[in-house]
């Protein structure tokens, strides 16, 4: 009996995802440059980023660059490169 509960609860921890299975999928991982171009799609990625906690818009300017910035309720102030990519200005 004692080799038969074994296997049973061998064969449940092998189908049982691990921590890191579990919360965090590889597909759902996304960088910065990768969203799109729009101000919403902004806010949606750096709202998913602060887990969950809606991020805002602040206030609009200009970098050094003469680009627009957008400032966000996160702390961090955002523009877009000559190709469309966001990147967070310093």
């Given at each position: 009996?004692?080799?038969?509960?074994?296997s049973f609860f061998s064969m449940i921890n092998k189908y049982k995802p691990s921590m890191?299975?579990?919360?965090?999928?590889?597909?759902?991982?996304?960088?910065l440059h990768e969203v799109q171009p729009?101000?919403?799609a902004?806010?949606?990625?750096?709202?998913?980023?602060?887990?969950?906690?809606?991020?805002?818009?602040?206030?609009?300017g200009l970098d050094k660059d003469g680009?627009?910035?957008v400032h966000m309720s996160n702390g961090l102030s955002?523009?877009?490169?000559?190709?469309g990519k966001w990147f967070v200005v310093y």
């Open positions: 009996m004692l080799h038969l509960r074994h890191s299975q579990a919360f965090v999928k590889e597909s759902d991982e996304q960088w729009t101000l919403n902004l806010i949606v990625y750096l709202t998913r980023e602060n887990n969950g906690i809606r991020v805002y818009e602040k206030g609009k680009r627009e910035m955002y523009s877009k490169d000559d190709g």
